[in-house]
C-alpha cells in the first residue's frame, strides 16, 4: 500500500472527481466467511439475502437500535452502484477509488474484481480501477469491513470466547479508551487522471535568515504510462491566497528533474493562530505537467503554507519564535456518526478551538480526516499527529512493522502540512519493558528515514525512572491524572507534582517536555460545594491547580506546553468507571461548554496575549 502518492482528489481541468457518499446497502455477516463463500460481492449485496440502508460516512454501530449491529465483532458488508460516464472513455482518463478511512481493514471489489485491499484504519488508499469500470453503465463497488483487533493489529486488542447457552460468542476487548468504531467512516471518491499524471509531490518549506524570504523544495513524482527517455515539463506555479500569481516557475526537464526550489521574496509565513494578525497564510502550488509538444496533460493544485521548524534541548521554535501548546487531546467522535465525518461537526470543533483561544491539539490516537488537518492548516492551529499506536503491549517484529506502515502511511499523507508540528508514535506504551528500547529505536529510525523535518514525540505514563522509549524521542510528552485516578479528591497534590514531574523528564532526558493529557469526568449539570468528583465544580478546580503548576513551569524554559484531557465527551467500550462514555471533555458531547470551559477559556486566551 505505499507505493506511490495518496494525494487528495481535487478537481482541476484534467481531473473530475464524483463522490460516492450517501446511502450504501449494508449487511452484517454473523458467519465471518459466509459472504466469501457464497461470494457477496459478484452480485448485488440485496439480491444475497436481507441488507439495511446505511449511510456513508458514518460508524455504522449507533445507526440502529440493535445491539448486535453496535457490538458485531468480525466482517459487515457495504455496497452500492455508481454510473461512470462514456465521456471518461473518451477523454482516455484513468479511473480511481479512494477511500479516505475504512475501519479496521477492507477489502473492495469493482464488478466483482477484487481491486483493493487494506489494513490499519484513519488512513486513506486508493487503486487506479479503470480495467474494471464499464464506461456508460452502472458499476457496483463491493466492501467488507473487518474490526477484529488482535495482538499484531494497530491498536491491539483481542478476542475472547463467551459461552452461550449452547454456542460461544466471540466478544471483542481492547485496553485503549475509545470506542472502536467500524465502517466506511470517511468519503468515497471516485476521480480520474489523465494516462500520465502528477503522482505525488512533497514540499519542504524555509525561511531565509533574513527572515523575510521563503524558500519551497519541491519534488514532484509523476505517474502513468510514458517511456523514461520522454522529456517531461512541469510549470510550476506559486499563487497567493487570492490566486494571483507570485512566481512561475518553467522547468524543461527530464523525469529526473522535477525538483526545484522556489524563492518567494516578503513571504507571508504560515503563523499559529493567536500568534500572528495573519495565521495559517496558504499558498497554492500549482503544478502543471506537459509531455513533449502535447499541451497540458495534467494539473494538480497542492495548498503550501512556508515555515520553518527548530527545536533543541528545551525549545521548539516557528519561524524562531518559540511556541508554548495551548490546546487539548480530542477525538474523532459524536452522536449516531460515531466516528464518520461530519463537516458541520469539525466546522463547529474548530469555532469553539478558537473561540477556547486553543492553538494546538493532538490528534489522540489516530490520523483525523484530511478535512479536519485542512482547517488546522488554514486556521493555524498545530497537530501533534499520532498514528494508532495506542496503549501498546506484547511487543513483536509483526506489531513493529505495521506500526512503521502507519506512520509511513501518515506521513505520506501529511508530509505537506505546515499544521503538524511533531509525528507520535505512541500513546501510554508499556514503556517500561525492556524490549519497549529495541522496538521504539527502530520506530524512530523509520520515520526520521522519512521525515527529518519534524521532531518526534510519544506519549508517556509510566514512570521517567523505568522508561525505556524517551531516550529515542525529540520531545516529551506525559500523561497524569493526579486526583482523579490516584489521590482521588485530594486536589492539593497536583501542583507539585505535576511539577516534579515534568522536571524529572526534562533531567532524564534533557529534552523539551509538555503534558499532554490531565482531567477530571465531571457530569455536565451536577454542582456539589465545596467540590467533589464528578461535579462541575471539581473540574474546575482540577484545571486551577495544573494551572499553577504549569504557571511555575513556563518560568523554565523546557516546558513547552499544556494539553487538557479532553475536547469533547466521547464514547468507550462499556465499563463501570464510564457514564455513557468518557466525560473528561470540557465540552459535552454535543460541544456545549461545562463550566471548565468558560474557565479554560480565560486562561488561554490570557496566555495567547502574554506569549
Ligand atoms: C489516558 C488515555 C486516554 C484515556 C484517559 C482517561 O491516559 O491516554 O485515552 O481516555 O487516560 O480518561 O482515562
New binding site residues.
Given amino acids: 500500500n505505499l507505493q506511490g502518492g495518496i494525494l487528495y482528489p481535487r478537481e482541476s481541468e484534467s481531473r473530475e472527481v464524483k463522490l460516492l457518499d450517501g446511502i450504501w446497502n449494508f449487511r452484517l455477516s454473523l458467519d465471518p466467511l459466509m459472504g466469501f463463500k457464497e461470494k457477496w460481492f459478484t452480485k448485488d449485496l440485496s439480491k444475497t439475502g436481507s441488507v439495511i440502508p446505511m449511510p456513508v460516512p458514518s460508524s455504522y454501530n449507533d445507526i440502529t437500535m440493535e445491539r448486535k449491529i453496535r457490538d458485531h465483532v468480525g466482517i459487515v458488508w457495504y455496497d452500492k452502484t455508481f454510473f461512470v460516464p462514456d465521456s471518461w472513455r473518451q477523454f482516455g482518463y484513468h479511473v480511481w477509488m479512494r477511500f479516505s478511512s475504512v475501519h479496521y481493514a477492507a477489502q473492495v471489489w469493482i464488478n466483482g474484481h477484487l481491486a483493493m485491499s487494506h489494513e490499519i484504519g484513519h488512513l486513506p488508499f486508493h487503486r487506479e480501477i479503470t480495467s474494471f469500470v464499464q464506461f456508460g453503465k452502472q458499476n457496483r463497488v463491493t466492501v467488507a469491513v473487518d474490526n477484529t483487533l488482535l495482538q499484531t493489529t494497530l491498536p491491539q486488542g483481542l478476542l475472547q470466547d463467551l459461552p452461550v447457552e449452547d454456542t460461544v460468542e466471540t466478544i471483542q476487548t481492547y485496553t ?3 470506542f472502536n468504531y467500524a465502517g466506511i467512516h470517511r468519503s468515497v471518491h471516485l476521480y480520474t487522471t489523465p494516462t500520465i499524471y502528477i503522482d505525488d509531490v512533497k514540499i519542504l518549506t524555509d525561511v531565509k535568515t533574513d527572515g523575510t524570504t521563503g524558500l519551497i523544495h519541491y519534488n514532484i513524482t509523476i505517474g502513468g504510462s510514458f517511456s523514461k527517455e520522454e522529456s517531461v515539463m512541469c510549470f510550476v506555479d506559486l499563487l497567493d491566497q487570492d490566486g494571483n500569481f507570485i512566481v512561475r516557475k518553467n522547468r524543461n526537464s527530464t523525469l529526473d528533474g522535477l525538483s526545484g526550489t522556489i524563492e518567494v521574496p516578503n513571504a507571508k509565513l504560515w503563523w499559529p493562530y493567536l500568534m500572528h494578525p495573519i495565521p495559517g497564510y496558504m499558498y497554492m502550488l500549482q503544478l502543471q505537467l506537459s509531455q513533449k509538444d502535447s499541451g497540458i496533460n495534467d494539473v494538480y493544485r497542492q495548498p503550501v503554507g512556508i515555515r520553518n521548524l527548530k527545536w533543541n534541548a528545551t525549545t521548539l521554535t516557528i519561524n524562531g519564535k518559540p511556541i508554548y501548546l495551548r490546546g487539548f487531546g480530542r477525538h474523532e467522535d459524536s452522536d449516531i456518526r460515531g466516528k464518520g465525518l461530519d463537516l458541520a461537526l469539525i466546522t463547529k470543533d474548530y469555532n469553539l478551538i478558537k473561540w477556547i483561544g486553543a492553538n494546538a491539539y493532538r490528534t ?2 489516530y490520523p483525523y480526516a484530511e478535512e479536519i488537518m485542512d482547517f488546522a492548516d488554514q486556521q493555524g492551529i498545530m497537530i501533534i499527529n499520532e498514528c494508532p499506536g ?1 496503549d501498546l503491549v506484547n511487543y513483536s517484529i509483526i506489531l513493529r512493522n505495521k506500526h512503521m506502515d502507519s506512520m509511513a502511511e501518515l506521513i505520506r499523507r501529511d508530509k505537506n502540512r505546515p499544521s503538524v508540528i511533531m509525528w507520535s508514535i505512541a ?2 506504551p508499556r514503556s517500561q519493558l525492556k524490549e519497549a528500547a529495541e522496538y521504539f529505536r527502530s520506530v524512530v529510525e523509520f520515520v526520521k528515514s522519512y521525515d527529518e523535518t519534524r521532531p518526534i514525540t510519544a506519549v508517556l ?1 509510566r514512570a521517567e525512572n523505568e522508561d525505556e522509549a524517551g531516550q529515542y524521542l525529540d520531545i516529551i510528552g506525559f ?1 497524569r ?1 493526579n486526583s482523579w485516578y490516584s489521590n482521588t479528591g485530594r486536589l492539593e497534590v497536583i501542583r507539585e507534582k505535576v511539577e516534579d514531574e515534568a522536571y524529572k523528564w526534562h533531567t532524564k532526558y534533557n529534552k523539551p517536555v509538555f503534558m499532554a ?1 490531565y ?1 477530571a469526568d465531571t457530569i455536565p449539570g451536577l454542582h456539589i460545594n465545596p467540590s467533589y468528583v464528578w461535579s462541575e465544580e471539581y473540574q474546575v478546580e482540577l484545571l486551577s491547580e495544573h494551572f499553577k503548576a504549569f504557571d511555575a513551569l513556563r518560568k523554565k524554559q523546557f516546558f513547552i506546553g499544556e494539553m487538557i ?2 475536547f469533547a465527551d466521547f464514547n468507550t467500550a462499556q465499563t463501570v468507571t464510564r457514564v455513557g462514555g ?1 466525560k ?1 471533555g470540557i465540552f459535552t458531547r454535543q460541544r456545549q461548554p461545562k463550566a471548565a470551559a468558560h474557565h479554560l477559556r480565560k486562561r488561554y486566551w490570557l496566555l495567547a496575549t502574554e506569549l
Fill in positions: 485503549f479508551d475509545f489522540s490516537h495506542v500513546n501510554e505514563n500523561n491524572y493529557e482531567g484531557w479532553n468518557n473528561k
